[in-house]
């Protein structure tokens, strides 16, 4: 066999075993392998091995592995001092051959491996290899030709192709067992999200772009009450809330895009048609084209929240309203109340009170933007505007109005123009809330202000109350003051009056005695304040009649109160006099009062006994003129009377026409003057209280033209014309007394004749 056939043969023997090695233990085969081969091609070798250098250590580590000619292996890691020279040779790349160590040691190594290997070493090769250097010695110098250095360096390569490989097996081995660890860890990380997938108490859901459902553990249906099955069935965005799909929709959006959502919530519905907070966190898987989310019912921590939100909004308008000191304050409760609803987060533009005044007709409204220091007032009238109409209309029905409002006036907030507008009623009106968005729940924000309304209520209340007491104060120091001057005005009046004013308690004792009565009575005030009335009656009444001041007062004040009457008085000196008293009772301070007004009436008594005789002298004489006027009447009577017959025997006798006219003047003369003597009788009667009226049939013309005829000569001699017209409705017969009216009607003309010029 050829020399390059052993060598190749011997090649690839090593090549094979290195390929078969898989443990450190593994390396002994090599050298042998290697041994055998240099011995099967004869080079004088006293030992050979490798040097395997371990990279990743800072500095790099040779591991020595050898084998002499007697096939010992030694495998050390002191066989030199210092790593440096072996490292210098791996890093070159280049062969290192020393073919006589006695006159050239450069690494000083020539007693080092004298010293371990027990024999003089002559010459060295050192041939760097992928994974460190191949190092053959002998104990001849120059031992190594130039065709066995080559062939010392195909057997370097062979290991390095050898190492490499073996290195890529390794690696792919490696990666084969941390492939099926992986394997085995998802597979194990999939059991465990299994189980945690539906063990997991919040909501875990697989969805699709398209927004269906992929995949739900059960708490879906614990939360809900929706089967998966339901659920499987149909979109995300089913079970959202309607005022929530805006939102849902643009989440689904973000998140397909590829953005991350946290702590997202809005309401899903139940199958119960209820609705639950949820909080969602989210992510997209774009190449899968799958969103994995995770939900948590917040149902149950945003109500304690806003409990306590609640709370604390309550106890401070609470508090406010309750340190309200006067009316101005009420405002300083809608800002309290606007500040609370600021500080717990609530999402408003203003929030005011609107007071309704029925009666008074007229809207009275206070407003406070978000985070004011200063409220808005406005007082409208109830009619007139639709807006203030239809809250009216809502507020007498105790119901709620949400509305979006077209266009609010509100002075000093011309720029306020909420999206809704809540207002909840209570006893006095409405509290009014306006939001910067339509699509928010309402719910908790209605009942809030629900339990609000009291206490605004309360406040409005205090303050109306607290005017009401301020106008009261008001009124009662002008009530004061107009008593005190009323008082002063009284006791001005009852000190200057003529009358004497007196006032007694219910014994009948004197506790006020005016300058009056002292002037009246003679009596000094200090003398008779305390005393008994009966002091100041005359002196039977006070001995035959014992407290009869205090009966008088008690028992028949109900005979005198309120009117007036006579009675009988005494003077200090013991003279006694009339005396008009009125008398009125009052009670003060829980004690009845008798007040007494007396005049002395003594010289109006004079007079009116006075008047009294010259009256019924006056009646005397009175009935003397009628007697005499009666008597009168009489004797005047007898010879008219025969005057009226004898003229009346004359025209029947023949007489000329102007005989006759005469004659019957004479006749109307006649009977006026007995129609005179008839008056003068009737005034006597009327004196009398005699005169009676007839009631028979007369013509009124015929009446009227006899007084022409009696008052026409007269009218003529002052040169005036005497006419008469009756009108053509007056009837022509009347029933009445003809005479009466005879009398009226020639005493009327006579006066009309007498006084015309």
């Known amino acids: 066999m050829s020399r390059r056939l052993e060598e190749q043969l011997a090649l690839h023997r090593m090549r094979e075993e290195v390929w078969r090695m898989e443990a450190s233990a593994d390396m002994e085969k090599v050298l042998q392998v290697m041994r055998s081969g240099l011995e099967h091609l004869s080079l004088p070798y006293a030992h050979c091995g490798i040097n395997l250098v371990d990279a990743s250590r800072d500095p790099p580590r040779f591991s020595p592995h050898s084998i002499d ?95 490499r490989r073996l290195d890529d097996i390794r690696v792919r ?76 929709r643009a989440v689904l959006r973000q998140v397909a895009k590829g953005e991350e959502v946290r702590d997202l919530e809005f309401r899903l519905r139940c199958r119960d048609g209820s609705h639950r907070w949820v909080a969602w966190s989210a992510v997209a898987v774009e190449e899968r084209g799958l969103i994995y989310a995770t939900g948590r019912d917040t149902t149950r921590r945003r109500e304690v929240v806003e409990e306590q ?62 985070g004011a220091s200063e409220c808005i007032l406005s007082l409208d009238p109830l009619r007139g505007d639709v807006n203030t109409e239809a809250l009216v209309a809502y507020w007498r029905r105790g119901e709620v109005w949400e509305r979006t409002p077209e266009r609010l ?53 205090r303050a109306r109350d607290m005017e009401a007491r301020r106008q009261a104060e008001v009124d009662l120091i002008r009530s004061a003051a107009e008593a005190e001057t009323a008082s002063r005005l009284h006791r001005s009046v009852v000190d200057n009056i003529i009358d004497a004013v007196i006032t007694l308690n219910e014994d009948g004792c004197i506790e006020s005695f005016n300058p009056a009565a002292e002037q009246i009575f003679g009596y000094l005030a200090a003398e008779v304040l305390g005393r008994d009335f009966s002091l100041l009656m005359p002196e039977d009444y006070r001995s035959s009649r014992p407290g009869y001041a205090a009966r008088f007062m008690r028992l028949a004040a109900k005979q005198v109160v309120g009117t007036s009457r006579l009675v009988w008085g005494r003077r200090r000196d013991g003279s006694t006099f009339p005396m008009d008293m009125a008398a009125g009772e009052f009670t003060l301070g829980g004690r009845q009062i008798y007040i007494g007004v007396l005049r002395d009436v003594t010289s109006r008594r004079q007079a009116e006994e006075a008047i009294l005789q010259a009256k019924e002298a006056a009646e005397a004489a009175s009935r003397a003129k009628s007697e005499f006027l009666a008597n009168m009447t009489h004797e005047i009577r007898t010879p008219m009377n025969a005057i009226i017959g004898m003229s009346e025997l004359l025209g029947d006798t023949a007489l000329d026409p ?83 009216l005879r009398q009226v009607l020639i005493n009327l003309v006579s006066n009309a004749i007498k006084f015309t010029e």
Not at 174 to 185: F, I, M
Not at 191 to 211: K, N, P, S
Not at 332 to 345: D, K, N, Y
């Open 69 to 163: 000619t007697l096939g010992r292996v030694a495998s050390t890691s002191a066989i030199f001092t210092s790593g440096e020279p072996l490292l210098t040779v791996w890093r070159s790349g280049k062969p290192v051959y020393r073919p006589d160590l006695h006159r050239d040691d450069p690494y000083g190594e020539h007693g080092l491996l004298a010293r371990t290997y027990g024999e003089a070493i002559r010459s060295v090769i050192d041939l760097p290899f992928s994974h460190g250097t191949l190092a053959v010695n002998s104990a001849l110098p120059k031992a190594f030709t130039p065709e066995a250095i080559a062939f010392l360096g195909q057997l370097a390569a062979v290991l390095s192709e050898s190492f």
């Open 309 to 370: 939100r609640r709370r604390l909004v309550l106890e401070r308008v609470h508090r406010a309203v309750l340190e309200m000191e006067k009316v101005e304050d009420f405002q300083q409760v809608i800002l309290a109340l606007s500040g609370q609803l600021v500080e717990v987060g609530f999402d408003f533009e203003m929030v005011g009170v609107n007071i309704i005044e029925v009666e008074q007709d007229r809207f009275h409204a206070y407003g406070a933007r978000a």
């Open 409 to 461: 006036l509100i002075p000093g907030a011309p720029d306020y123009q909420p999206a809704l507008v809540v207002d909840v009623p209570f006893t006095e009106g409405t509290l009014a809330l306006g939001l910067q968005s339509s699509t928010v729940d309402t719910s908790a924000m209605i009942a809030l202000l629900r339990e609000l309304a009291p206490l605004i209520s309360l406040g409005y209340r």
């Open 658 to 740: 102007v005989q006759r006219e005469f004659l019957g003047m004479v006749q109307v003369s006649a009977t006026g003057l007995l129609d005179i003597i008839d008056d003068v009788l009737d005034f006597s009667k009327i004196e009398a209280g005699h005169l009676e009226l007839e009631a028979a049939d007369f013509g009124l013309r015929q009446v009227v033209g006899q007084v022409m005829q009696t008052l026409g000569v007269r009218a003529h001699q002052k040169g005036l014309e005497l006419a008469m017209q009756v009108g053509d409705r007056v009837p022509e017969g009347l029933v009445g007394d003809s005479v009466r």
């Open 173 to 248: 081995e490696t990666q084969y067992r941390d492939l099926e660890r992986e394997v085995a860890e998802r597979r194990r990380a999939e059991r465990e999200l299994d189980q945690f997938f539906v063990l997991a108490a919040d909501m875990l859901c697989i969805l699709g772009f398209d927004g269906y459902f992929r995949r739900l553990n059960p708490a879906w249906e614990q939360v809900l009450g929706f089967g998966p099955t339901e659920l499987l069935e149909r979109p995300f965005l089913d079970l959202l809330h309607p005022k929530d799909l805006r939102l849902g």
